[in-house]
């Protein structure tokens, strides 16, 4: 199996707030939510996204539901006692998680982050763009998650996108997600995320693809077995 990853800062100006994490049995990433002026939390987006990624490695064992629960408990705990982690614009992250077991590859989704995988040529393309839900300080947040697994046999390819990457295929319809896998298996996610900042750049006041962010942060881990 081959694991690789890009990733690239929606901005000069700032610091990424998307991770990605590449374990032994893991593949999985973040993308912190933009923060609300206010939030009731001293420490940021960023440190955050750091907190729930080094816990997420530490539970790597468990099933990617328990193992997000469980690390959203513990990052929870590293807040100060000054934070309040009932604030509703508490920081939080979309998270796409992969665990790939000796016979089973399984999948969780939460928010806006995307999983393609791709069984003997069927893709399945799993995100949430719908409810809204992230991982903050609450387990429970885990139950909005989406969920499911194939045999690993199946398996040929997996790619886990920020929606900062995503765009490519379901903003900008640059390709199809079949295509979208072509090109990475070609020439690596980091030509996906290249294609998709020129488009970008061409468009920088959003008048063609209306959007938000010009240009956010943009993250790719891709597997090919
Ligand atoms: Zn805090």
């Not at 610091?15 to 049995?25: I, M």
């Not at 300080?137 to 398996?155: C, N, Q």
Request: proline share 5%; with cysteine; net charge negative.
């Amino acid at each position: 199996m081959r694991t690789q990853m890009a990733t690239e800062a929606g901005r000069t100006t700032a610091p990424s707030e998307d991770r990605a994490l590449v374990g032994p049995n893991l593949l999985a990433v973040l993308d912190g939510v933009t923060a609300k002026p206010e939030t009731g939390c001293g420490h940021g987006v960023g440190w955050f996204a750091d907190q729930l990624s080094a816990e997420i490695l530490r539970v790597a064992h468990l099933e990617p539901a328990a193992a997000l629960r469980q690390a959203i408990a513990q990052a929870a705990e590293l807040h100060d006692g000054t934070c309040d982690l009932d604030h509703p614009d508490s920081p939080s992250v979309a998270v796409a998680l992969v665990q790939i077991t000796d016979d089973v590859l399984r999948y969780l989704v939460l928010g806006d982050a995307t999983v393609v995988v791709d069984t003997k040529g069927e893709l399945r393309v799993v995100s949430d763009t719908v409810t809204n839900r992230t991982a903050g300080a609450k387990p429970a947040d885990v139950e909005h998650a989406l969920t499911g697994e194939v045999p690993l046999p199946d398996v040929r390819r997996v790619a886990l996108l920020t929606d900062g990457a995503a765009r490519a295929v379901d903003l900008f319809g640059l390709f199809g997600w079949p295509q979208a896998l072509e090109l990475m298996t070609a020439n690596g996610p980091d030509d996906l995320i290249r294609r998709m900042r020129a488009v970008e750049k061409e468009d920088v006041k959003a008048v063609d693809w209306p959007r938000e962010k010009i240009s956010d942060d943009a993250t790719v881990v891709y597997l090919e077995r």
